[in-house]
């Protein structure tokens, strides 16, 4: 997959960081060290980690994404990441 989005809340930027949906790669979820969790009431899962997004930023890069864009949503961060295939 060659698009990541995550994203954490305004006063939460020392994590946690949500990095994926259910249906996120799970060899990446495994490399950031992400735990799939569902929040009572929802009927979707997502991947959160425990770091902050700078952390998991450079982590992503480390294995060929780039930040391709990055917003503010009400009270949430959200940045676009994207990797080249080849």
């Known amino acids: 997959m060659p698009y990541v989005l995550i994203s954490t809340q305004i006063r939460l930027e ?14 990446i979820m495994n490399y950031l060290g992400a735990r799939k969790t569902t929040m009572l009431g929802n009927n ?31 009270q949430t961060l959200v940045w676009c990441l994207h990797k080249e295939t080849v």
């Open 44 to 74: 979707f899962a997502e991947y959160h980690v425990d770091d902050p997004p700078r952390m998991v930023l450079d982590k992503l890069e480390k294995i060929g994404f780039r930040v391709v864009n990055m917003t503010g949503v009400g």
């Open 14 to 27: 020392t994590g946690p960081t949500m990095v994926g949906d259910e249906y996120s790669d799970p060899e």
